[in-house]
C-alpha cells in the first residue's frame, strides 16, 4: 500500500460523542513519496460555532451559512481513502469524530490501516521540545502559514509524514530489528513502513560511520576528548581589552553589541577574589550579561593556573543555555582553545547494559514501556551525552527509565567493553579533562556532603542562582520518604511468584526448593507491605487530627506538620513508634533472606553480574528504608534537625512524605565548603536586602575575613521604563477580609487587562487565591477576547504555559510557586506584572516555624532575620520578570499596600531599582497607566 491520506478537522468542539459536529475538514493525498492532491470543504454543523472556536480558527457562523452539511459530502470523503492509510496528527480525534458522522449518516465506518504522527514523531523525533503539530513544525522548519485551519493543517501533517519517513531510512539495522519487535504494542500500523526498511538494510554492509553497535544494540560514536596544551599568554587585563573594549572580540562577534560597564567590573571582581583566594557575593541586576562576565576569568584562570573551575546553576535551563549558547560565544571571544563539559548526577545518564538486557530478556508489557524503548532506541543514535533529560518520556516510561540509569547498574569491570561505552563514565572523562567543568547545585552538594567523589577535584567554583544554595544544601543535608517510592520499591522487588526482580532471577536458575526459604520471603514480604500501608495511614490520621486540634488544618489539599518527639500527644506517639519499629524488623528479616537467596546461588556460581547487581541494590533500597526511618524517629541527631509530615489531605490515606532537614546549614557549610575551597564565587540578580549581603553571608555561613562583597547594578533606565503603582483602597485581608481582597484582584486584572491588551502576568503567593481568582475570571471576563492560563488549572509544564501565553494576542497569565523567577518574556509580550501579596512564607510552614524558633532561642528576631529577607528576595525575583531588556516598557501592580503602608515596606522598595512609584485609588491607578501606554 502506497497511498497515504492525511486528514485534518476544525470542529465545535472536543466530543463527537457529546454532538460536537465538524465545521472544516481538510485532506491531502500522498502517493510515491510525493504530495498529489487535496481536498477541502467548509461544513454546515447546523448549530452555533462557540466563540473561543471562532476565536481560535477564524471560522464564524455566516462562513458555515451556505455550507453543504456532512451527508452531502460523505461519499466524496469515503471514496478520497479508498485503499490507502489514514494519516492525522493525533489519530483517535480525528478518526473518532468522522467515524461518529459516518455512523450517524448511515454509512460504514472506516477501517483503514491507521498512522498518528503524534507517536511516529515520539519515536522518531525523541528529542523535539514538544509534539503539537505547531511546534513541531517549528522544529522541523515545517513552514506554517495558516494554524488551526484543515487544509493548512493537514498541509503540514503531511511534510512532516514526509520528513518522518525520510528519518526512517536514516536509522540503523539493529535498531529497526528492536522496533520491528515492538511494533505491536504501538497504536498506528507501522509494521509495512519498519519491515520496508529492514529488508533494504538485511543484506547491506553499509553500516552508517557515526553509529557504533555493541550486543545488537546501535549508538552515537563519541571520540574521546583530546588534550589542549595551548596556555593563556598575556595579563588579565590585557585579555579583557581585547574582549570588551570598542574594537574588541565582543563587538566583532555579537549582534547589536552595547558595552555594559557593570560587566567588566563583575569579571574583575571575580578574578580579584581569585588571586586573593577569597570568596566573593556578587548581586548582577537584570541585564548585567552575569554569564559571560564570570565565564571569562573563569576560562582565562583556568588555562593559566591549569587547575579547572567548577561552574554550577540551579537550573538545567541555565546549564543548556551555558552549554548551548555562552560557551560557543566566549570559544570565538577568546584567543586561546579551552573545553568545557557538562556534569550531572549518575541517575541522569542512561546505562547501555541495563537497557540492552531489559530489550533482549524482558517482556515489555505496556503502551508507555513500548513507546519508551522506541523512543530511546533512535534517540541513542543521536545522543552523544546519554542524559535523559534530552528527551521527554511519557510519564510511566520514568519508573521503567529509573530501572535502565546508570546509578542502578552497580560495579562495571573497567575492562569491560560497556564500561568504554558508558555515559557516565566519559561524561567524567570528558569533566576530567576539561577546563570548566558544568554542574548542578544538587551534585555540588551531593559532592560536598559525601568527601568530594563525584566531581572531579577543583579549588575555585562559581555558584550561579546563588539564592537557591541554602535550600539545595539543606534538602541534600537532610532526608525525605514517601509511600508511594517505599510501595514502588517493594512492588519491583515482588514475590517469589511474580516476573518482578526476585522472580526473573528464580525464573532463570534451577534451584531445590526446599533448600530456600520462599514461603518465608512470601510471607514477610505481604507483612511488610501490610505495616507498611498500616503505618502510613495512621501518619495521614495523627496529621489530620493535630492540625484539626491546631486549627490549621488546609481546604487546598496539602497539610504540613512539623513534630518534635518529647511534644507530641505520649498515647499515640508511641504507638506510632511501635509500628516504625516493626516496620524496620519486617525490611531487616527481607534484606536477612534476600542475603540466604544469593549465598545459595553464589555457591553453584551461576549469578551473572546483573543477578548480584539486582542483589545488592534491593539490599541497598531495603536499608536504606531502615537508616531513614531510624533517623526520623528512632534515633537521637547529631545536628539539630527540623523534622515533618506533609499529608495530601484530598488524597488517598496514604499520600504522605516524611522530611527532615537541618535548622542551620551555616555551619556545615562553612566548615564542608568555605573552608576547604580556595576560592568561591556565589552571585544572583537578588542577594542583597536594602544594599546590604548581611543576610546571605549568615545564612552560608561565610566569614567576613575572605570575603569580597559586589553590587552591580543595571544598565536599564528602569525610572523611564518601569512604573510602580500600588492601590490605597483595596479590602485588607488583615480583617479576614478574602473574598472582597479576591473580587478587587480581579476587577484590577480586567481593567488592567484592558488598558494592556492583556498581556498579564499576575503572581500569587497561594494556590488557592489564584484558583479562587481564576474561577471569578472565568465568570467575568470576555472569554471572546482574553485567554486565560492559570498554573495547576491549565495543562502543561511552566515552559508550555509560558509558549501559550506568548501564542496568544490577548492573554492573562496567572502563576505561583515556579512563575516568581527563570520565567523571560521579553518585548511586547508581557506590559504589565500584577503581584498579588508580598511573598512572605505561611508562619505555620515546618522549615520557617523551626528556624524562626532557634533564632528566638538565640536572642534573634525572626523576622527581620528571616522571614523579610526571605519575602524580599522572593519580590525581587517577580520584580525581575518584566524588564528583561532595553526596550521593555511596563507597569509593575502591587495589590499589597503593606509595601508602602507597613513600617517594613521601605525594605521591599529600597530593594529594587529607583523607580516611580504610585500610591492612589485604583480609579487613578487606572487613569495614570491609559496616560502612561
Not at 524517629?633 to 547529631?638: A, I, K, P, R, Y
Amino acid at each position: 500500500m502506497d497511498k497515504f491520506v492525511v486528514i485534518d478537522l476544525e470542529t465545535t468542539g472536543h466530543s463527537a460523542v457529546k454532538d460536537d459536529k465538524i465545521i472544516e475538514i481538510g485532506i491531502v493525498v500522498i502517493e510515491g513519496n510525493a504530495i498529489t492532491d487535496n481536498f477541502s470543504t467548509l461544513l454546515n454543523p447546523e448549530k452555533p460555532i462557540p466563540p473561543f472556536i471562532s476565536n481560535l480558527t477564524g471560522i464564524m457562523d455566516k462562513d458555515v451559512k451556505g455550507a453543504p452539511t456532512f451527508q452531502e459530502k460523505a461519499n466524496e470523503i469515503i471514496d478520497i481513502f479508498r485503499d490507502g492509510y489514514l494519516i492525522a496528527h493525533n489519530v483517535p480525534f480525528d478518526l473518532g469524530f468522522l467515524n461518529t458522522e459516518l455512523s450517524k449518516n448511515g454509512f460504514k465506518p472506516l477501517s483503514n490501516p491507521v498512522l498518528d504522527t503524534v507517536e511516529l514523531s515520539r519515536i522518531l523525533y525523541p528529542k523535539s521540545p514538544s509534539f503539537k503539530l505547531g511546534q513541531l513544525a517549528e522544529f522541523l522548519e515545517i513552514s506554517h502559514n495558516d494554524p488551526h485551519r484543515a487544509l493548512s493543517d493537514a498541509y503540514v501533517t503531511a511534510k512532516l509524514f514526509l520528513l518522518l519517513k525520510e528519518k526512517l531510512e536514516t536509522m540503523p539495522f539493529e535498531t529497526i530489528d528492536h522496533l520491528l519487535k515492538l511494533e505491536k504494542m504501538f497504536k498506528s500500523d507501522l509494521y509495512q513502513l519498519f519491515n520496508e526498511r529492514y529488508e533494504a538494510l538485511a543484506f547491506s554492509t553499509n553500516e552508517p560511520e557515526h553509529i557504533t553497535s555493541y550486543r545488537g544494540l546501535a549508538f552515537k560514536h563519541i571520540p574521546e576528548p583530546q588534550d589542549i596544551q595551548e596556555e593563556a599568554d598575556r595579563s588579565f587585563g590585557d585579555f579583557l581589552d581585547a574582549v570588551y573594549e570598542e574594537n574588541g572580540s565582543m563587538k566583532q562577534h555579537m549582534k547589536n553589541y552595547e558595552k555594559r560597564n557593570g560587566q567588566r567590573e563583575m569579571s574583575e571582581t571575580i578574578y580579584d577574589a581569585f588571586q586573593l583566594h577569597k570568596h566573593s557575593l556578587i548581586e548582577a541586576e537584570t541585564g548585567t550579561g552575569k554569564s559571560l562576565a564570570y565565564l571569562l576569568p573563569a576560562v582565562y584562570d583556568a588555562k593559566k593556573t591549569k587547575h579547572r573551575i567548577v561552574i554550577s546553576t540551579h537550573t538545567t535551563q541555565l546549564q543548556s543555555q551555558l552549554l548551548d549558547e555562552e560557551i560557543p560565544l566566549i570559544q570565538k571571544l577568546t584567543p586561546f582553545p579551552f573545553r568545557a563539559a557538562l556534569l550531572k548526577g549518575k541517575s541522569h545518564y542512561i546505562s547501555l547494559e541495563k537497557f540492552e538486557r531489559t530489550l533482549n530478556f524482558e517482556q515489555t508489557d505496556n503502551y508507555d514501556i513500548a513507546l519508551t524503548k522506541a523512543m530511546i532506541l533512535v534517540w541513542l543514535t543521536e545522543t552523544e551525552t546519554g542524559d535523559i533529560d534530552e528527551i521527554h518520556l511519557p510519564a510511566s516510561g520514568y519508573p521503567f527509565y529509573k530501572r535502565v540509569a546508570t546509578d542502578s547498574e552497580g560495579y562495571i569491570d573497567p575492562y569491560s567493553p560497556w564500561f568504554a561505552h558508558s555515559y557516565y563514565q566519559k561524561a567524567r572523562r570528558r569533566a576530567q579533562k576539561a577546563d570548566i567543568v558544568i554542574t548542578n547545585h544538587a551534585l555540588l552538594c551531593t559532592d560536598m556532603f559525601n568527601d568530594y567523589q563525584f566531581l572531579p577535584a577543583y579549588d575555585k567554583v562559581i555558584i550561579d542562582e546563588a539564592h537557591h544554595l541554602e535550600e539545595t544544601a539543606s534538602r541534600h543535608y537532610g532526608l525525605k520518604l514517601d509511600y508511594v517510592n517505599m510501595q514502588f520499591i517493594l512492588n519491583q522487588i515482588g514475590t517469589a511468584e511474580e516476573t518482578k526482580s526476585l522472580g526473573r532471577i528464580l525464573a532463570k536458575h534451577s534451584y531445590d526448593s526446599k533448600e530456600l526459604p520462599l514461603e518465608k520471603w512470601d510471607d514477610i514480604f505481604a507483612k511488610t507491605k501490610y505495616e507498611l500501608d498500616d503505618l502510613f495511614h495512621f501518619l495521614f490520621q495523627y496529621v489530620v487530627n493535630r492540625q484539626r486540634k491546631n486549627k490549621s488544618l488546609s481546604d487546598i489539599g496539602r497539610t504540613q506538620y512539623r513534630f518534635e518527639a518529647d511534644k507530641e500527644d505520649p498515647d499515640s506517639w508511641n504507638s506510632l513508634l511501635e509500628m516504625v519499629t516493626r516496620l524496620t524488623f519486617f525490611l531487616r528479616d527481607l534484606i536477612h533472606i534476600l542475603a540466604i537467596i544469593e549465598q545459595y546461588f553464589e555457591k553453584s556460581e551461576v549469578l551473572d553480574k546483573f543477578d548480584k547487581d539486582e542483589f545488592k541494590l534491593n539490599t541497598q533500597l531495603l536499608q536504606s528504608f531502615i537508616d531513614r526511618m531510624e533517623q526520623l524517629f528512632l534515633t537521637e541527631n547529631e545536628i539539630d534537625q527540623i523534622k515533618w509530615i506533609e499529608a495530601e489531605t484530598l488524597s488517598a490515606r496514604n499520600a504522605v512524605y516524611l522530611y527532615s532537614e537541618p535548622t542551620d546549614i551555616s555551619n556545615l557549610l562553612a566548615n564542608d565548603f568555605f573552608e576547604k575551597k580556595q576560592s568561591v564565587i556565589l552571585t544572583s540578580a537578588t542577594l542583597t536586602m536594602k544594599n546590604s549581603f548581611t543576610y546571605i553571608q549568615k545564612r552560608l555561613g561565610l566569614s567576613a575575613d575572605r570575603l569580597l562583597t559586589k553590587k552591580i547594578n543595571s544598565p536599564f533606565y528602569y525610572d523611564e521604563q518601569l512604573q510602580l503603582m500600588v492601590p490605597n483602597d483595596f479590602p485588607d485581608i488583615k480583617h479576614g477580609d478574602l473574598e472582597h481582597f479576591i473580587y478587587a484582584t480581579c476587577e484590577a486584572i480586567l481593567s488592567l487587562a484592558e488598558i494592556t491588551s492583556g498581556r498579564m502576568l499576575v503572581l500569587f503567593t497561594s494556590y488557592d487565591m489564584l484558583r479562587k481568582s481564576y474561577r471569578l475570571l472565568k465568570e467575568t471576563m470576555d472569554t471572546t477576547k482574553y485567554v486565560l492560563i492559570a498554573q495547576g488549572i491549565s495543562s502543561g509544564s511552566r515552559t508550555r504555559l509560558k509558549k501559550n501565553f506568548q501564542t496568544f494576542e490577548q492573554a492573562i497569565l496567572l502563576g505561583t510557586s515556579s512563575f516568581w523567577e527563570g520565567v523571560d518574556i521579553p518585548g511586547d509580550d508581557l506590559s504589565c506584572l500584577m503581584i498579588v501579596r508580598l511573598p512572605f512564607q505561611p508562619p505555620d510552614h515546618p522549615i520557617y516555624e523551626a528556624k524562626s524558633n532557634y533564632l528566638k532561642e538565640e536572642g534573634k528576631n525572626a523576622f527581620f532575620e528571616l522571614s523579610l529577607p526571605n519575602a524580599v528576595i522572593r519580590f525581587k525575583q517577580g520584580f525581575g520578570r518584566l524588564i528583561r531588556s532595553s526596550n521593555d516598557r511596563g507597569i509593575v501592580f502591587v495589590c499589597d499596600a503593606r509595601i508602602i503602608k507597613a513600617r517594613y515596606g521601605k525594605y521591599f522598595t529600597e530593594s529594587i531599582p529607583s523607580v516611580p512609584i504610585t500610591f492612589e485609588s485604583t480609579h487613578h491607578i487606572m487613569e495614570k497607566a491609559k496616560e502612561w501606554f
